[in-house]
């Protein structure tokens, strides 16, 4: 059986946040009111930043305000989102990882709180198949209507994701000799701890003092 690995996105694959990133996009286009959602998206990524966000208050928040346009819209900024911020910062060395799983006939997927709306085209110029990521509702015509299906992807939210994606394939975590995860941050501690090999990658200073107390390995993917 080969073996699995798990990539969180935000901070992990990419050396920013493109949840944050893509609502101060629709804020410098004016596409929203600029100073509002900028100071409000500001204080849900503190909350992120801090350890009290609240999954399901932000979602509603994020998936809202992408329910206020029609999809032909949302795609069309998101390609402009792309080209200006996501390509530059697609860097060797998360390519480089991505690729020696791929190569080894690892079972790649990314794990990411953030909506797939905004993630799915990142994951594909990853060259990623699969991403879990947290799912806004869909009209039969494809407009978003502001509504989260399921659980957050995030904290537990992405064992619970993992195991039911794994499941729906025929497989558990068990099923693989090696799992990886590879995260930056203490909010996924829940999934680090469940893999075989949890990998602390380019971590924040509280997933730094666990990873060290755990005795977990340490990489940095975007020193210079």
Do not use: C
Not at 18 to 25: I, L, R
Not at 27 to 44: H, L, M, P, S, Y
Not at 118 to 133: F, G, K, R, S, W
């Amino acid at each position: 059986m080969k073996n699995l690995a798990l990539f969180d996105l935000d901070h992990t694959l990419i050396p920013l946040d493109s949840d944050y990133e893509w609502g101060q996009f629709l804020a410098r286009t004016g596409a929203v009111d600029r100073e509002a959602f900028a100071k409000r998206n500001a204080e849900f990524f503190a909350q992120y930043q801090n350890g009290t966000l609240d999954p399901h208050e932000y979602l509603e928040f994020a998936l809202g305000t992408l329910a206020q346009f029609p999809r032909t819209q949302l795609d069309a900024w998101h390609q402009e989102f792309m080209n200006e911020v996501i390509h530059p910062v697609l860097l060797p060395s998360a390519r480089d990882l991505l690729k020696k799983h791929q190569d080894a006939g690892d079972l790649v997927a990314i794990v990411t709180a953030t909506n797939r709306f905004v993630t799915a085209p990142i994951a594909q110029a990853l060259n990623v198949e699969h991403l879990l990521a947290a799912e806004p509702e869909v009209k039969a015509d494809g407009n978003l209507t502001g509504k989260l299906v399921g659980v957050p992807t995030s904290g537990a939210g992405k064992i619970a994701h993992t195991n039911a994606w794994l499941a729906a394939r025929g497989l558990t975590l068990k099923d693989f000799e090696r799992s990886y995860f590879y995260s930056d941050s203490q909010a996924d501690i829940p999934l680090l701890s469940v893999v075989t090999h949890p990998i602390a990658t380019n971590p924040n200073a509280l997933l730094t003092a666990h990873a060290k107390a755990q005795g977990w390995p340490i990489i940095n993917l975007f020193n210079d």
